[in-house]
């Protein structure tokens, strides 16, 4: 199903109406945020932890290319490849490539924020590899010809009914919808797969610069399976993945798994540093680390958007979004969905393309207030409006109005002409002071009526002599 | 005390009652109370639309207008979080450096300045019912203000606050947001106001005037028959 | 190493000319997160560790001596009639002398031993095709963490799939193991990262595989093991 994002107005229209749907991701969020509460509550220095893990990223991200050059070389030492790439497609060649020297019909895959976004499993089926979806949640959804929902649970979306179905009809199980009979199955399905394929491919939560090593965090085990059993581990990561240390990782897990979860641990934490060695019982031969650029240096090259590289990809600027939580996941036409979505989607996509994300919030700030490394969230979206304004993409009729009332309210005496002269208007046509009907608004709402005088007027009225 | 009262421009043409309530207040309170007349908007509809160099002009005027005021206070967490969070965001010339610093630390949301800088809690008002308080976003996230409000609701006799579910969720208003994205806005707003139903409140308070409008406007229109009420006017007009 | 590096490279420190909003941060001045405590007390940290382990529905327990902990392994395959075993190789698994052991106790069971280095892909491939039968395996881990009920284990120790391919995994360690926290575990690990001692894969187990991908439904064992057992085996 292809979605782009300049469909946000309709897709988010209609999902919103979907009363169903709505209540799918308003309890799913609204139990994210719970846990993450009661969890986040046990650390009394959780602002602390926020504030270090910020300047840790920002360290990184404003000596990003020292940074990289020094992950590639630790990756190097510890006998891993390092492939740098600019795209999508010279990312997916290089792991098409990888699959025909390795003679691998398939692969085994597991969760990947960076593969979604270049679209690699489009790409291998294109080169003749079949990639096999290996986290529950992706499984469904490649199943069913979708696309994720939310960063962390692509499945969302889906009801029990809906997998038992899918599974019914394309497997031809018998019918089932209990959740646990629906797991037993993919397991039993997929066990298969990992035992079979040469290659496994990974995503990268964290890439520690000192000694190489990525880290993969998850709960049902399949990241583990696809690092361990086959011949080959390919990881993809987005550059903005490395951190400096390898001891920085207990900040960033304990800040991840509580934001996203509300764990005090994932069930695993895996930190991989380069192949199998030769006294280990077993492991991959080969490993290999795709870094992602696709954008990010041009993100980068903007010191106001910078900071959206900070992002660990925990999804509880999601949960949070009182947007998200009502028009879900797909709306955004994007595999970024959310607030940080609707900042990331316009600066790799292009502005013009996602045009409508930037204001698809009330600046309620709350992403920026749960964001475990304290990304300006609901600023970034501010600067990217200002990008659409100075671009001109915004409509003409919009322009005229903030010119006309800039001009307005620069005046004083303007002002108060316009106002007095408004009301007097109103007097004259009979209307009164009865509410307009303000497009957008009324169709649902109340509009106040104008005030017969204004809080200007009461004052010139009622100046009190000896004060101000 | 001088002080200079910021009247956003919506209180001013549709709600003036909030603007003249707490004129009362203040004075009740034993400080002069001054309006500077050339003031008109802060810049914020702009500004959230991305029109940044109106909003600096905007912003520019209102340090020529409010630049020698001793204090600021205005009954808007939103328009008091513009001047205070983002004219330093806009407003980068190193020359204005010192009188941006000086007008921002002295601006102040009106039940933040009651309750943190006078230190008064109990205006002697009196209100016998049952009210619920929604903490508007920009007060509450980017002002950190959220008790003082509710220490002048507890202190008015005869009231009794009742919180609701998720008193801080966004009401939906957001500005143009709410025109831009109706639908979107308008599932906020309902969702806001079942957790105010639910109360069994007579009145919902808040402090700023455009979520008492987003509130109110579907509140009317479903028929229900709580009140909106900015916590100005429930305080002034029962002095 | 490919072209795009350089290009990619470019572009990054041309990107990096503007200044960001806090440049200049001090290097290493960040280091992780310190350990919450110094010394505890041993009963504290098991106790802190099993209730951690519990929570997240792991089966922790403590084994005063080997006897007590090789009986509890009988009784364990016996209660949950396991077929098949296997034991790792682990230095732990050795100390206790499990495949002897279990062997004399457990002759209806059939127990696979890993042994030595599984060198070739097809001898890989066939002890992974042995271990996803398996019932019960047994390995020894590296680290607890009292905090979290975390279980850390090394590929140097045991293989990596024997602790994820069998239906129920039983990981022995000595009450020594059991660390307050996970900074206090990286502040062992990490005395000289940079020198390659880190094996090519470090794992954290914190209770069973899960899921809760269908409508946020908890379930246990995903892909991995459907129970985690955690045996301390020593006096506290
Ligand atoms: S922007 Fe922040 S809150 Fe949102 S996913 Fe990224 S790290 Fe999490």
């Known amino acids: 199903m292809n979605r782009s994002p300049s469909q946000f107005k309709i897709l988010a229209s209609e999902n919103v109406a979907d009363q169903r749907l709505r209540n799918t991701f308003q309890s799913a969020t609204g139990h994210a945020l719970g846990q993450r509460a009661q969890s986040v509550q046990l650390v009394p220095e959780w602002e602390d932890l926020r504030e270090r893990a910020h300047r840790i990223k920002e360290e990184t991200v404003e000596h990003l290319d020292f940074y990289l050059e020094k992950l590639e070389a630790s990756v190097i030492r510890r006998g891993g490849r390092v492939f740098w790439a600019r795209d999508a497609s010279e990312a997916s060649n290089y792991v098409v490539n990888l699959c025909r020297r390795l003679q691998a019909p398939t692969v085994v895959k597991s969760k990947s924020m960076a593969a979604e976004e270049i679209g690699l499993a489009d790409a291998l089926e294109s080169g003749g590899v079949e990639p096999v979806e290996t986290d529950l949640g992706e499984f469904i959804i490649q199943v069913a010809g979708e696309t994720p929902s939310h960063i962390i649970a692509p499945a969302l979306h889906m009801t029990r009914q809906q997998i038992g179905k899918l599974f019914h009809e394309k497997f031809g199980i018998p019918y089932t919808d209990v959740p646990a009979e629906l797991c037993a199955f993919a397991r039993q399905r997929l066990r298969r797969e990992f035992l079979s394929a040469r290659l496994g491919i990974s995503g990268v939560n964290f890439a520690a610069a000192d000694t190489g090593t990525i880290v993969i965090v998850e709960n049902e085990g399949n990241a583990r399976l696809c690092t361990s059993l086959p011949r080959v581990h390919l990881a993809i990561m987005g550059l903005e993945k490395v951190i400096p240390r390898f001891a920085d990782l207990p900040l960033f ?105 930037p204001y698809a919030s009330s600046l309620c700030g709350s992403c920026s207030n749960i964001c475990p490394v304290k990304i300006d969230l609901h600023h970034q979206l501010l600067w990217l409006r200002e990008k659409l304004v100075s671009r001109r993409a915004t409509p003409w009729q919009e322009r005229l109005a903030m010119s006309l009332f800039a001009a307005g309210m620069k005046d004083p005496t303007l002002y108060r002409m316009g106002s007095a002269l408004l009301r007097l208007l109103l007097k004259v046509s009979g209307r009164g002071n009865r509410p307009f009907a303000v497009p957008g608004w009324s169709p649902t709402r109340d509009f106040p009526a104008l005030a017969e005088t204004s809080f200007k007027q009461w004052w010139e009225d009622n100046r009190p002599g000896g004060e101000g | 005390m001088n002080v200079s009262l910021f009247i956003p421009c919506l209180v001013d ?143 008015v006799r005869g009231i009794e606050l009742v919180e609701m579910e998720n008193s801080d969720a966004c009401c939906g208003f957001g500005g143009t947001f709410s025109v831009k994205f109706p639908e979107i806005s308008t599932a906020m707003t309902q969702d806001k106001s079942a957790a105010i139903l639910k109360t069994e409140a007579e009145y919902v308070v808040a402090n700023d005037s455009s979520c008492l409008m987003q509130i109110g406007g579907y509140l009317s229109r479903q028929g229900f028959p709580i009140k909106p009420l900015h916590l100005a006017d429930l305080l002034g007009e029962n002095l | 190493m490919n072209g795009s590096r350089e290009v990619i490279l470019g572009r990054i420190r041309r990107a990096l000319l503007r200044p960001g909003p806090g440049q200049g941060q001090e290097h290493g001045s960040l280091n992780g997160v310190q350990s919450s405590s110094g010394r505890v007390d041993p009963v504290q940290l098991f106790g802190q560790f099993q209730e951690q382990s519990e929570r997240v529905g792991g089966e922790p327990r403590l084994c005063t001596d080997s006897e007590e902990a090789l009986r509890g392994i009988q009784d364990l395959v016996v209660a949950a009639a396991y077929r098949r075993v296997a034991v790792s190789n682990h230095e732990i698994c050795r100390r206790h002398r499990l495949a002897q052991v279990l062997s004399d106790l457990l002759p209806e069971v059939s127990l696979w031993i890993e042994e030595g280095n599984s060198d070739s892909g097809s001898s890989r491939r066939r002890n992974s095709r042995q271990l996803a039968q398996a019932d019960l395996s047994i390995t020894g881990a590296e680290f607890l963490i009292a905090e979290s009920g975390t279980v850390l284990i090394a590929s140097t120790g045991s293989s990596r799939q024997i602790s994820l391919l069998p239906t129920a995994h039983l990981v022995l360690a000595t009450p020594d193991q059991i660390c307050p926290d996970l900074a206090a575990v990286f502040q062992q690990l990490g005395t000289a990262p940079e020198e390659g001692r880190l094996p090519a894969a470090l794992t954290m187990i914190t209770g069973p595989s899960r899921t809760a991908d269908i409508e946020k439904v908890l379930i246990k064992g995903a892909h991995g093991p459907v129970r985690q057992l955690t045996w301390v085996i020593g006096r506290l």
Request: aromatic fraction near 8%.
């Open chain 2, 13 to 155: 043409q549709f709600f003036p009652s909030v603007g003249i309530n707490l004129v009362k207040i203040l004075r009740k309170v034993g400080v002069s109370v001054d309006y500077p007349r050339e003031q008109t908007c802060c810049g914020q509809p702009a500004f959230n639309s991305g029109y940044h160099e109106e909003a600096t002009q905007l912003a520019r005027r209102f340090l020529e207008v409010f630049g020698d005021a001793e204090t600021i206070v205005s009954p808007s967490g939103s328009c008091t979080s513009m001047v205070k969070v983002f004219y330093p965001e806009i407003l980068q010339d190193v020359g204005l450096r010192k009188s941006l610093q000086a007008v921002t630390d002295r601006t102040h949301e009106f039940s933040d300045f009651l309750v943190n800088v006078m230190g008064i809690k109990d205006l002697g008002a009196t209100f016998p019912h049952r009210v619920t308080y929604h903490d508007a976003c920009h007060l509450f996230r980017e002002l950190g203000v959220h008790r003082a409000p509710r220490e002048l609701i507890r202190h």
């Open chain 1, 253 to 357: 897990l304990k800040l991840l798994a509580r934001s996203s979860t509300g764990q005090r641990q994932t069930s695993y934490v895996s930190m991989i540093s380069g192949p199998r060695r030769e006294q280990e019982w077993d492991g991959p031969e080969e490993f290999h680390l795709i870094l992602l650029d696709n954008g990010r240096s041009d993100i980068l090259a903007d010191p106001r958007m910078r900071r959206s590289l900070y992002c660990i990809r925990c999804g509880a600027c999601l949960n949070t979004c009182p947007i998200y939580q009502r028009v879900g996941g797909h709306s955004y036409g994007s595999v970024y969905s959310g607030p940080i979505g609707s900042v990331l989607t316009p600066l790799f996509q292009g502005l013009e393309v996602a045009k409508d994300l």
